[in-house]
Structure formats: structure tokens, C-alpha cells
């Protein structure tokens, strides 16, 4: 009988994938690279800190509200900005913004429709700040001492999920910077999303699990997603605990 060996590779694989899986023993297959701190070189980096994302009055509480709280992501993301401003570390903050012109897109995905027919991350222009104080896409307001020190770089606003389409990484790069640590709002989609660019674009990336949150859906837990992606992905996650102290050795 003619015994085909590529087969036999494949099913060998497969299973030891299966086993690595279901035993729960990801971590002793996967290494952990790591990522040192280095002044100079490395800068905290927060997608979304907003209302819509973090408050409760927020337009997406329902979904993500459970997560953020069981997380403790609010306070989490407030210990890294005050560990972050304390030890001299630059804060980089990316956040969302809808403009009028933002809802004459011809087509959009799911999460893209839904938040413009919720009418997240609102605003009348780019210049007219009329009504938003304490809006949806305002800052939460316990982090506005950190965000608007006149030493944060607030960049221009990503128009999907990722920095593709903002100035992120030329700010970032025109600070010298190679070395993020990420965290924000939401984990599956615009800290993931920065992850995966960030890392493309060479870039190592430490993400930050318990810092982030997402929306649980009867399509899928939004979190658990993303946390597999970041083990896959990232040079490492780390706990806010263990972020905190990086940033302050």
C-alpha cells in the first residue's frame, strides 16, 4: 500500500494543534519575545478614550459596559496614563471622530453602519466644538488632566479601526519612538487594529489585556477575540500591574 507522507505530516500537525489547544497549553507552544522599556523610545499609546466607549451614558455601554467594568479597563487605562506622566513617558492618544461628511459614505461594514446609525463618535466639524463638552466624543472626564497637558499628542482621528488613516505613526516616528505600549478602546477592533499596524510598520508592541474591553454580542465575545490575537500577535501582553511597572523601572 502506497503510504502518502504529506498526508500523514498534515494530519500530525493537526492533531498536535488540537492537543495544544484543547489542554489549554498555548503559552508553552507560543514564546513570548518580550519588549524592554526604553526611555526615550518607547510611548504609551490610548485608542479611544471616549464617553461613547467608556461612560455609561456612552452609545455602546449596552455592549461593552459589562467588559469594561469586569476589567476594571477605566481605572486600568487612568493607572497607566498616571504612571505614564510621572515617569516622563510620552502619551499618544488616537481617537474617533465622525464629521457630517463621514455619513455620506457609499458603503460601510457591519461595525461601521452600526456606529453611524447610533451616531457614535458625533461631531458637527472638524472645528466647531458647539456641544461637545461632556459628549459622546468627548474624553472621559477623569483622564482630561492626563490627555490635555499640552505635552499629549492628540493625533487626527482614525475614520475606521486603524492608524492607517491618521497621522499616528508619523507622530510617533518624528518622536523617535519604536516601542509602543498599547491600550484603549475596543480590544477586537481599534487596539487591535493598532496592533496589527503598529507591528507592520515595525514598530514592537506590548498590549496592554486588562486595559482594554469589548462588546459581547450574540455573535461573538468581542474580548476573548482579541486576546487570542494578542498573544499571536504582539511582542507581549502585559497586566496594567506589570505595564506600570516597566514604565517605572
Same mark, same amino acid.
Given at each position: ?35 524592554? /522599556? ?6 504609551? &499609546? %490610548? ?17 461593552? !459596559?459589562?467588559? /469594561?467594568?469586569?476589567?476594571?479597563? %477605566? ?17 499618544? %492618544? ?36 458647539? !456641544? ?20 499629549? &499628542? ?25 516601542? &509602543? ?23 514592537? /508592541?506590548? /498590549? ?13 465575545? !468581542? ?27
Amino acid at each position: 500500500m502506497k503510504i502518502n507522507i504529506s498526508l500523514i505530516y498534515l494530519v500530525a500537525a493537526s492533531l498536535l494543534t488540537l492537543a495544544i489547544l484543547t489542554t489549554g497549553n498555548v503559552n508553552a507552544a507560543l514564546p513570548d519575545p518580550g519588549m524592554k /522599556v526604553v526611555k526615550g523610545r518607547t510611548a504609551l &499609546v %490610548v485608542t479611544d478614550p471616549q464617553n461613547d466607549f467608556l461612560s455609561p451614558d456612552g452609545v455602546t455601554w449596552g455592549v461593552v !459596559g459589562k467588559n /469594561v467594568i469586569a476589567n476594571n479597563t %477605566v481605572q486600568n487605562i487612568d493607572d497607566l496614563f498616571k504612571s505614564a506622566k510621572a515617569n516622563g513617558m510620552p502619551v499618544f %492618544v488616537s481617537p474617533h471622530y465622525y464629521f457630517p461628511h463621514d455619513h455620506g459614505w457609499k458603503f460601510e461594514g457591519a461595525l461601521e453602519k452600526l456606529m453611524h446609525n447610533i451616531g457614535m463618535f458625533d461631531r458637527k466639524d472638524a472645528l466647531n466644538l458647539e !456641544g461637545f463638552e461632556g459628549s459622546g466624543p468627548d474624553w472621559l472626564a477623569q483622564y482630561k488632566p492626563y490627555i490635555q497637558d499640552g505635552k499629549t &499628542v492628540v493625533t487626527s482621528p482614525h475614520k475606521v479601526y486603524g492608524p492607517e488613516t491618521n497621522d499616528l505613526v508619523l507622530q510617533l516616528r518624528k518622536q523617535g519612538i519604536d516601542k &509602543v505600549i498599547l491600550a484603549g478602546m475596543s480590544a477586537n477592533l481599534c487596539t487591535e487594529s493598532h496592533m496589527r499596524e503598529l507591528m507592520e510598520q515595525g514598530f514592537e /508592541v506590548a /498590549v496592554v489585556s486588562d486595559a482594554t474591553a469589548a462588546a459581547q454580542v450574540p455573535e461573538g465575545d !468581542g474580548y476573548a477575540a482579541a486576546l487570542v490575537n494578542f498573544r499571536f500577535i504582539a511582542n507581549t501582553v502585559w497586566t496594567t500591574k506589570q505595564a506600570v511597572k516597566e514604565i517605572s523601572k
